[in-house]
């Protein structure tokens, strides 16, 4: 079910809830983090307090947990709703019944609807394509401005889940914030799953797309000279590694890089690891879980393109990282910006206080995340307008 595209679900009515939800999410974010508004400015100002009084009313309903004394009250709304849906711990399930389990895209998407938040305009058609990979086909979801003039700039973005779960549904928000804050074609890629499809066929996907987008630019109204890429978790391991594939293979490199908590080492006993190893939604026994899911044995998570910290790291583009506090992948974001630098790459860098992983698509309620979404649309614009 992941893998179907957006415009040709047409019959599962529990599909169909979650996929307007999806919607009704990701065009919020076009009032909340940075998008045109094509209404007249006193529209756009009512949107605006109308929006501001129905997020004024999401409140969580208990105090802080033991894990994240300090969590911001938005974010604990969200997980308090996530964990109200009482669904089995992740690391209890087989990788097809994880893939039904509520996502943290879906707590946002209730508490958006359960407050009455409006909704504007969106500011993206989107359009499904798929191409041929390795051993079958693999889809992708093109975000394209509706104003501005085209060739625009590309962004090719990996969604998350750990190679294991998620689909461009869930990571909705994030592609589509994206494009409608830099105004750049966005190529949100599906590739194929694990443990159906283990390492490092992801990998193999991530780059195929990119090559793709390189070669096919043109014909989704994108510049094909100036590509970024970006991920979350582990598509922001699959990001970075399309620079290193790139890199090694003498493909035009990507103009910039973002990352966002990405999967970055095979040490799980890091500073983060340890004290954020019971926090919510990704806790150590998941990473443990999706490395079992993903991997053909444990040694290979000593592979460069899973150990990113132990990758060479020399020639690849500017690179920005967004961190979370309450994350046990925080000190991997930390090591890698270490690490590019030592490398002499560019590297800026943000560590949000008082947010989970999985924040950055939730502009629409958490502060937090609409202002990391600016903070990296507005590096991905630097890098184009160079």
């Given amino acids: 079910m992941h893998n179907k595209p957006i415009e040709t679900i047409t019959n599962t009515a529990g599909r169909l809830g979650k996929l307007a939800g999806a919607i009704l999410l990701c065009s919020l974010l076009a009032s909340c983090g940075g998008g045109t508004d094509q209404s007249s400015g006193a529209d756009s100002l009512a949107v605006e307090k109308d929006t501001a009084e129905a997020l004024q009313a999401i409140k969580p309903d208990s105090a802080a947990p033991a894990w994240a004394p300090d969590i911001k009250p938005e974010m604990l709304a969200v997980i308090e709703k996530l964990a109200s849906y009482k669904d089995a711990p992740i690391p209890e399930l087989t990788a097809q019944q994880a893939r039904k389990n509520h996502t943290p895209t879906d707590a946002v998407m209730d508490l958006v609807k359960e407050n009455n938040i409006p909704m504007p305009a969106a500011q993206v058609d989107t359009a499904g394509k798929d191409i041929p990979v390795k051993g079958g086909n693999m889809h992708m979801r093109i975000y394209t401005p509706k104003t501005g003039t085209a060739p625009f700039p590309v962004i090719v973005y990996y ?196 947010v989970t992983h999985e924040f950055f698509g939730m502009a629409i309620i958490v502060p937090e995340a609409k202002d990391a979404q600016a903070y990296a649309s507005d590096a991905l614009k630097s890098a184009f307008n160079k």
């Fill in 159 to 354: 969604h998350g889940g750990g190679f294991v779960i998620a689909d461009l549904d869930v990571y909705d928000a994030s592609a589509k914030g994206l494009a409608e804050q830099t105004g750049a074609v966005v190529v949100s890629v599906a590739y194929r799953l694990a443990p159906e499809h283990k390492f490092p066929t992801a990998h193999e996907d991530a780059f195929a797309a990119y090559q793709w987008t390189v070669q096919n630019a043109a014909s989704i109204k994108g510049n094909p000279k100036m590509i970024a890429v970006a991920g979350e978790s582990a598509g922001g391991n699959l990001a970075a590694n399309v620079s290193i594939m790139a890199r090694d293979k003498g493909v035009q490199l990507p103009v910039h890089q973002l990352l966002v908590y990405p999967v970055a080492g095979s040490d799980m006993n890091t500073k983060s690891y340890q004290k954020n190893a019971a926090a919510k939604p990704l806790d150590k026994p998941m990473m443990a879980w999706f490395v079992k899911n993903y991997l053909n044995n444990t040694a290979q998570a000593k592979d460069p393109r899973i150990n990113l910290v132990g990758a060479n790291l020399k020639g690849l583009p500017a690179t920005t990282i967004i961190t979370a506090e309450i994350d046990p992948l925080l000190s991997d974001g930390e090591q890698l910006a270490e690490k590019l630098k030592a490398a002499d790459v560019k590297v800026d860098s943000k560590n949000y206080k008082g």
